[in-house]
């Protein structure tokens, strides 16, 4: 009677310990897909809340060149309306052209002006997408984009054709030269908000932890 009750009870610890073990797998089972989604959920949680610290971080910076890209687009259509301005000042320049060939240098001219700020408003756009999302190469990007720009704008405020005169009447060409400005408030502010070197990243993580 005793080796019996010995059999059953090993029987019956045997089944127990196979049941508990199968319930563990698949426990472990159901918690595996339940948990991948949270793990990838704090990871969107993370990108957002890093472009979030970086877009408040460079608020000075980014209203910077919000304000150049507005004076691109002003750049631009400037010209536009003041073609009038643009065909008397090349007619002084060169009384005996004909009407026919003035208004094809006022065609020539917003072509060219056109180009520059399609291109201006493209690097405006890059820069903001880069300082919001917290490129470490916007610094650079925008230092060298200022100073390409501003060669160009100052050439083209400058610049003097065969006649002896600029090629643009002057209103036009500083107004051609204004982002320039707002372009370099904006590289001294990126370049006063993003330190090089571990203190960079010292401030980086006191903010991402506040």
Request: with cysteine.
């Amino acid at each position: 009677m005793k080796v019996l009750v010995a059999r059953f009870n090993r029987h019956l610890g045997r089944h127990v310990a196979r049941g508990l073990h199968d319930h563990g797998r698949r426990s472990a089972a159901v918690r595996r897909p339940n948990g991948a989604p949270s793990l990838q959920l704090s990871a969107t949680n993370q990108g957002e809340a890093s472009v979030r610290v970086a877009t408040h971080h460079h608020r000075p910076v980014i209203a910077a060149l919000l304000v150049g890209l507005a004076l691109t687009i002003i750049s631009v259509i400037v010209p536009y309306l003041d073609r009038a301005g643009m065909a008397n000042h090349i007619r002084a320049g060169y009384p005996n052209y004909a009407q026919a060939q003035i208004d094809t240098a006022v065609h020539a001219y917003l072509i060219v002006l056109t180009g520059v700020g399609v291109l201006g408003l493209a690097c405006w756009l890059t820069t903001i997408w880069a300082v919001c999302t917290g490129k470490r190469w916007a610094r650079w990007a925008a230092a060298g984009i200022f100073t390409i720009a501003t060669a160009v704008a100052l050439t083209l405020l400058l610049i003097r054709d065969t006649s002896g005169d600029t090629g643009l009447p002057p209103p036009l060409g500083w107004i051609g030269v204004l982002p320039s400005g707002a372009g370099l408030a904006a590289v001294g502010l990126l370049r006063r908000h993003s330190p090089s070197g571990p203190n960079r990243m010292a401030r980086q993580a006191t903010q991402c932890s506040s």
